[in-house]
C-alpha cells in the first residue's frame, strides 16, 4: 500500500526566511505532484516531477525529486504573504492504475 | 476556458435523502476522479473512471456510487447519506491515465462541493 507522508504538517515562518516542506513515499513512484490550495479553494497543480534528480522552480519554489531516497522536497525561498497556503504533495504508480495517494498537506502561514 | 465545473456548490441535505453531486469537463479528458477531503485527513479518492464505462474504486468508496456514461460528465451519487459523508468533495480530471499517459500530465480540480448531512 503506497503511504505518503508530508512534513511538517504546520509550518508558520518569517517573512523572507527559507523553509522547506518534506514529502515522503514508500513504494516506487512513476511520479510526483505538488498541489497549492489556498482556503476554501480548489487545488491549483504546482509541479509535476517524473524522474530522479528532477528539479523545477515557479517564483520563490522549487521542487525537486530523489527516486532512490522516495523523498521530494518543497523549498521556499524568502517567503512571502502571499505563499501562505496548503501544500499538498501526491504520488502514483503507472501499474495497476492504483489511485493518486496525498500527503496530508502543509499549513503554510507566513507572516510579518 | 478550460475547466472542471461541480454543481451544487454548497448542500445540506437530511441522513438517506438521495443526492447527485455533477462533475463536468470540457477539455476532452479521459480519466476523471472524485475525491472527499477531511480535516487531519487530507484528501481521500472515493472512485475513479479511466475512460467511458471504465469506472473503480478508489480509497473510500463505501456508501458512493459514479457513473461514466458520456466522457465529460461524472457524477457522484449518494443513495442514502449519512452524517459521516459531510465533507467537502472533489472533482478532478487528467487528459490520460494508466502506461499511456501524458509525461506531463496532472489533475485539474473542480471547485469543491461542500456537503452536510444532518
Known amino acids: 500500500e503506497l503511504k505518503v507522508e508530508q512534513n511538517p504538517l504546520f509550518l508558520s515562518m518569517q517573512e523572507g526566511k527559507n523553509y522547506t516542506i518534506y514529502c515522503n513515499y514508500s513504494t516506487t513512484s512513476d511520479r510526483l505532484y505538488w498541489y497549492r490550495q489556498d482556503p476554501g479553494k480548489s487545488l491549483e497543480s504546482l509541479f509535476v516531477l517524473l524522474s530522479n534528480g528532477a528539479v523545477k522552480q515557479e517564483g520563490r519554489l522549487m521542487a525537486s525529486l530523489d527516486t532512490k531516497a522516495r523523498l521530494s522536497t518543497l523549498h521556499i525561498t524568502a517567503a512571502v504573504h502571499d505563499l501562505s497556503a496548503t501544500y499538498f504533495c501526491?504520488?502514483?504508480?503507472?501499474?495497476?492504475?492504483?489511485?493518486?495517494?496525498f500527503g496530508k498537506g502543509t499549513r503554510l502561514s507566513v507572516i510579518a | 476556458e478550460a475547466q472542471v465545473t461541480q454543481n451544487p456548490r454548497y448542500l445540506i441535505t437530511v441522513t438517506g435523502k438521495k443526492l447527485t453531486v455533477t462533475c463536468s469537463q470540457n477539455m476532452n479528458h479521459e480519466y476523471m476522479s472524485w475525491y472527499r477531503q477531511d480535516p487531519g485527513l487530507g484528501l481521500r479518492q472515493i472512485y475513479y473512471s479511466m475512460n467511458v464505462e471504465v469506472t473503480d474504486k478508489g480509497d473510500v468508496p463505501e456508501g458512493y456510487k459514479v457513473s461514466r456514461k458520456e466522457k465529460r460528465n461524472f457524477p457522484l451519487i449518494l443513495e442514502s447519506p449519512s452524517p459521516n459523508q459531510t465533507s467537502l468533495y472533489f472533482c478532478a480530471s487528467s487528459l490520460s491515465s494508466g502506461f499511456w499517459r501524458e509525461r506531463e500530465d496532472t489533475q485539474y480540480f473542480g471547485p469543491g462541493t461542500r456537503l452536510t448531512v444532518l
Open positions: 501526491a504520488v502514483d504508480i503507472v501499474i495497476g492504475n492504483t489511485p493518486l495517494v
